[in-house]
């Protein structure tokens, strides 16, 4: 909005104090492209769920999995996160809706720090949720799936969930301010800084301990992986046993490659909680690129998944035969 068309109430909001100092340029192509980005992943990330949903309806057998539900309640958080990024820091921050937001006043602002805080928790518990049901395969072969059946799979979605939800409720013991910027925006803010560092610290020992328990996850299912590649000594004819190699080792580059993004996302929001301190904002980038990244993952990994949407698009035809392989839900 221009400076002649402001409310009155957005020039009595104190002015924020910027601390960063990057050229507007560089800012105004960054945020352009991460907006892009979100739009292009909402749209996926719609198919995707909307694909999933029907598979449940349908019983499709190769996307009826605990897994697959597993994924389904993580795209809930991965877009419940886009969505209070953009609505509750990008959107007010470039200046859009002002006058709804000053409507709203400070609860808008509390609201969004706490979801802000808790999908950040959330993503992780949902990401540690899916590497401990893929390590279930692992350790139970022959039980796993009863293990993520019935009351037990809500049971995970519930730690999905509430663990963020309950821990973000201590955002409500600090003050929220909202601040205009150099922009005609608007930028919510905590005002107890050792309150704020506090979360952070909190914030970063959490995520210290996911990254461990997905690096040492990630690390079993690959020896384990290898383990089982080596002992392949059945007698069994050369281009039998060949292909049986080139499948393992197509399942060792998945589970690799896919293992390497997760933990390295991980990591780099655990970064930027140690470097960049009690700056709220500073890791939108970070949360979009969390929730961004699982439907392009689901989308080039799982080829039951990839061809159901395309037989629905219609872009290929029916096949009742379709080979699974799923990211890291193989059974050895």
């Known amino acids: 909005m221009t400076s002649s068309t402001l409310?009155?109430?957005?020039?009595?909001?104190?002015?924020s104090n910027n601390s960063l100092t990057v050229d507007d340029r560089i800012t105004f192509a960054v945020e352009t492209t991460q907006f892009v980005i979100f739009c292009i992943t909402m749209t996926i990330y719609l198919l995707i769920v909307w694909?999933?949903?029907?598979?449940?309806?349908?019983?499709?057998?190769?996307?009826?999995?605990?897994?697959?539900?597993?994924?389904?309640?993580?795209?809930?958080?991965?877009i419940w996160t886009l969505l209070t990024n953009y609505l509750g820091a990008m959107f007010p921050k470039w200046g859009w809706f002002v006058p709804v937001y000053l409507f709203l006043g400070n609860g808008?602002?509390?609201v969004y720090l706490y979801f802000a805080w808790s999908t950040g928790i959330c993503q992780a518990m949902s990401v540690s949720v899916l590497a401990s049901n893929r390590l279930s395969v692992m350790l139970f072969p022959t039980s796993f799936h009863k293990m993520w059946m019935g009351y037990r799979l809500w049971v995970a979605i519930a730690i999905q969930y509430l663990t963020g939800l309950l821990i973000g409720l201590a955002t409500f013991f600090n003050e929220v301010q909202l601040f205009r910027n150099g922009k005609n925006g608007i930028v919510p803010k905590f005002l107890n800084t050792k309150l704020t560092n506090t979360f952070f610290a909190i914030g970063g020992v959490f995520l210290l301990v996911n990254c461990i328990y997905l690096v040492g996850t990630y690390c079993y299912l690959f020896l384990v992986i290898r383990r089982r590649q080596k002992k392949m000594h059945t007698p069994t004819p050369i281009i039998i046993k060949s292909r049986t190699k080139e499948r393992a080792k197509m399942r060792e580059a998945r589970?690799?490659?896919m293992s390497t993004?997760?933990?390295?996302v991980q990591l780099c929001i655990l970064i930027l909680f140690i470097f960049k301190g009690a700056d709220i904002l500073a890791f939108t980038s970070d949360h979009d690129l969390y929730a961004s990244i699982n439907p392009y993952l689901l989308w080039v990994f799982s080829d039951s998944l990839r061809k159901y949407i395309l037989q629905r698009l219609g872009f290929i035809k029916k096949n009742k035969n379709i080979t699974s392989v799923t990211p890291i839900t193989f059974v050895l």
Not at 54 to 68: D, G, I, M, T
């Open 7 to 15: 409310p009155s109430s957005f020039w009595n909001l104190p002015l």
């Open 51 to 78: 694909a999933l949903i029907e598979a449940q309806k349908k019983r499709v057998e190769e996307l009826s999995s605990p897994f697959f539900k597993l994924c389904l309640s993580t795209a809930g958080v991965d």
């Open 108 to 110: 808008y602002g509390r």
């Open 255 to 257: 589970l690799f490659t």
């Open 261 to 264: 993004i997760i933990v390295g």
